[in-house]
């Protein structure tokens, strides 16, 4: 066999997994919107059955040796396709790191816990999941020995790896630094500078189903492409699907139209973000996302930094009043650019501002590498939670369902991915400079409702590369440098401090 036609058959195996996969991202889709509760034991069957059969493509002997043999002349491929097969080996040593029995006690860990973290949820009791946690816990450990291992690196930046390719701990402890010494002291001034001008809270409670016609009318303005995706409503708002069936939700409280509107906001720009990703290479492991900060960053940019403008409630006003059927001072767009700007000692990271957003990620990453290293045992984590709540956001909450247990993250093992958000948020603040650099009138056309210039910069900047580049090589492009907190701590003076 030639090392062309090696590669081509490996494009076969990656498309089949691409298929095999987006079956069960419409599954987990279904399992959360529409399923019956009493189907959740063939669901679990289900994803196993579908994952087994990709992980197996992807893990297999043949799998590697056509890696070798492509590997051989991967000069005579073009940059795409060498991109390619380089994004094919990654994914393979992480899967083939792994042995078959820890895949499984792994998948059999998440399945047990996830479900005990609905439990305790509705029971607000932590206990409820703590020893199902326990072994979550033991296994990513054992998982993250592995993969470090095979990638010559720490079992926690393994993790990291697994999330944001080539990011390590060095790299975010700096961030955390950087932000955790100054956003407290911001935090404090914004709150002395706000308390003169707070917003007028809207008394009229809003029907959820308003507040879906909102959200599909400002997606539909937005561009994205409802032949192809769909909005509904869930417990935890999400992103399911590829770039032929998008489909996203968002949690809708009918007294606080804010939350519902700003998650729909969220999970549009990871929307966009997916569908804007090059067609030619959908099924191909160059054609995804460059890692989860590079797609936190699409999904914040949009909610925070766009979202949250004051050109953006200049457009969104009248289109709020007429599907709301609301008027007042509360619904003006002056009143309501301040409700979106408001900041807050929160409880919940989901509906955190964007000053204090990064505080909330911070001390999930701190207590997760304490419960990942054995210095934080897991049965006290609700009252380190509580007390890093009081350090950073200045509360705490009266219950574990506002506190350690508002994520579902660590019980479906997903440790390492917690970074991804404030990297996110980092580089979203970074890529708004950008953009209002190459493009000064972009607000404005955002304020007549025109959002091209904005989703044709993305495109260019950010969508049109997929995984061809690393992250650093594509935050070089777009904006000149890597990652580099000094442009979020600029945006947040700037916004809350002088305008």
Same mark, same amino acid.
């Given at each position: 066999?030639?090392?062309?036609?090696?590669?081509?058959?490996?494009?076969? @195996?990656? @498309?089949?997994?691409?298929?095999?996969?987006?079956?069960?991202?419409?599954?987990?889709?279904? /399992?959360?919107?529409?399923?019956?509760?009493?189907?959740?034991?063939?669901?679990?069957?289900?994803?196993?059955?579908?994952?087994?059969?990709?992980?197996?493509?992807?893990?297999?002997?043949?799998?590697?040796?056509?890696?070798?043999?492509?590997? !051989? #002349?991967?000069?005579?491929?073009?940059?795409?396709?060498?991109?390619?097969? @380089?994004?094919?080996?990654?994914?393979?040593?992480?899967?083939?790191?792994?042995?078959?029995?820890?895949?499984?006690?792994?998948?059999?860990? !998440?399945?047990?816990?996830?479900?005990?973290?609905?439990?305790?949820?509705?029971?607000?009791?932590?206990?409820?999941?703590?020893?199902?946690?326990?072994?979550?816990?033991?296994?990513?450990?054992?998982?993250?020995?592995?993969?470090? +291992?095979?990638?010559?690196?720490?079992?926690?930046?393994?993790?990291?790896?697994?999330?944001?390719?080539?990011?390590?701990?060095?790299?975010?402890?700096?961030?955390?630094?950087?932000?955790? #010494?100054?956003?407290?002291?911001?935090?404090?001034?914004?709150?002395?500078?706000?308390?003169?001008?707070?917003?007028?809270?809207?008394?009229?409670?809003?029907?959820?189903?308003?507040?879906?016609?909102?959200?599909?009318?400002?997606?539909?303005?937005? /561009?994205?492409?409802?032949?192809?995706?769909?909005?509904?409503? #869930?417990?935890?708002?999400?992103?399911?699907?590829?770039?032929?069936?998008?489909?996203? !939700?968002?949690?809708?409280?009918?007294?606080?139209?804010?939350?519902?509107?700003? /998650?729909?906001?969220?999970?549009?720009?990871?929307?966009?973000?997916?569908?804007?990703?090059?067609?030619?290479?959908?099924?191909?492991?160059?054609?995804?996302?460059?890692?989860?900060?590079?797609?936190? #960053?699409?999904?914040?940019?949009?909610?925070?930094?766009?979202?949250?403008?004051?050109?953006?409630?200049?457009?969104?006003?009248?289109?709020? +009043?007429?599907?709301?059927?609301?008027?007042?001072?509360?619904?003006?767009?002056?009143?309501?650019?301040?409700?979106?700007?408001?900041?807050?000692?929160?409880?919940?990271?989901?509906?955190?501002?964007?000053? !204090?957003?990064?505080?909330?990620?911070? $001390?999930?990453?701190?207590?997760?590498?304490?419960?990942?290293?054995?210095?934080?045992?897991? @049965?006290?984590?609700?009252?380190?939670?509580?007390?890093?709540?009081?350090?950073?956001?200045?509360?705490?909450?009266?219950?574990?369902?506002?506190?350690?247990?508002?994520?579902?993250?660590?019980?479906?093992?997903?440790?390492?991915?917690?970074?991804?958000? $404030?990297?996110?948020?980092?580089? =979203?603040?970074?890529?708004?400079?950008?953009?209002?650099?190459?493009?000064?009138?972009?607000?404005?056309?955002?304020?007549?409702?025109?959002? =091209?210039?904005?989703?044709?910069?993305?495109?260019?900047?950010?969508?049109?590369?997929?995984?061809?580049?690393?992250?650093?090589?594509?935050?070089?492009?777009?904006?000149?440098?890597?990652?580099?907190?000094?442009?979020?701590?600029?945006?947040?003076? +700037?916004?809350?401090?002088?305008?």
């Amino acid at each position: 066999m030639s090392p062309n036609n090696a590669y081509q058959q490996l494009e076969k @195996r990656f @498309r089949r997994i691409h298929l095999l996969r987006s079956i069960g991202h419409l599954l987990r889709w279904d /399992g959360e919107v529409m399923m019956p509760s009493g189907s959740s034991g063939i669901r679990a069957e289900q994803l196993s059955l579908l994952e087994t059969e990709s992980n197996s493509i992807l893990r297999s002997r043949q799998t590697g040796v056509l890696l070798d043999r492509a590997e !051989t #002349s991967a000069g005579t491929l073009d940059g795409w396709q060498q991109a390619n097969l @380089r994004e094919m080996r990654r994914l393979w040593v992480h899967a083939n790191a792994i042995p078959n029995r820890l895949v499984n006690a792994f998948h059999r860990a !998440t399945t047990e816990a996830d479900m005990h973290w609905r439990r305790a949820v509705e029971q607000d009791d932590f206990r409820v999941l703590a020893p199902h946690l326990e072994k979550v816990i033991a296994v990513v450990r054992e998982k993250g020995r592995f993969v470090g +291992a095979a990638l010559g690196c720490s079992a926690y930046d393994a993790l990291l790896d697994e999330h944001d390719p080539g990011r390590t701990t060095a790299d975010i402890n700096r961030v955390f630094h950087e932000l955790s #010494s100054e956003l407290p002291h911001l935090i404090a001034a914004i709150l002395e500078r706000q308390s003169a001008m707070s917003p007028v809270e809207p008394a009229t409670p809003v029907a959820v189903a308003r507040q879906k016609d909102l959200g599909r009318r400002v997606m539909k303005a937005l /561009g994205f492409p409802f032949h192809k995706g769909r909005l509904d409503e #869930s417990l935890h708002p999400f992103t399911e699907g590829t770039a032929e069936d998008i489909r996203i !939700t968002s949690r809708f409280d009918k007294d606080d139209f804010l939350t519902g509107f700003m /998650g729909v906001l969220h999970e549009t720009g990871h929307a966009m973000y997916d569908y804007g990703l090059p067609q030619a290479w959908a099924t191909q492991p160059v054609g995804r996302d460059r890692g989860m900060a590079i797609h936190e #960053s699409q999904a914040l940019f949009l909610e925070m930094m766009i979202g949250r403008s004051r050109s953006f409630m200049n457009f969104c006003a009248p289109m709020i +009043a007429r599907t709301f059927g609301t008027q007042g001072a509360g619904w003006s767009s002056g009143n309501l650019y301040r409700l979106a700007t408001q900041v807050r000692r929160s409880l919940v990271r989901m509906d955190a501002d964007e000053v !204090t957003y990064p505080l909330h990620v911070i $001390l999930r990453c701190e207590l997760e590498e304490e419960l990942f290293s054995g210095v934080l045992e897991v @049965r006290h984590l609700p009252q380190a939670w509580n007390d890093k709540m009081r350090l950073y956001i200045g509360v705490a909450p009266g219950g574990d369902s506002k506190g350690c247990l508002q994520d579902s993250h660590w019980p479906l093992g997903y440790f390492g991915y917690f970074s991804t958000y $404030l990297m996110g948020i980092v580089i =979203a603040a970074q890529l708004f400079s950008a953009l209002q650099r190459d493009n000064p009138d972009v607000m404005r056309q955002i304020e007549l409702g025109n959002f =091209a210039p904005l989703f044709d910069w993305l495109d260019r900047s950010i969508y049109c590369q997929a995984a061809k580049l690393t992250t650093e090589q594509l935050l070089e492009r777009a904006t000149g440098e890597d990652a580099n907190s000094a442009y979020f701590l600029a945006y947040v003076r +700037a916004k809350y401090l002088t305008a």
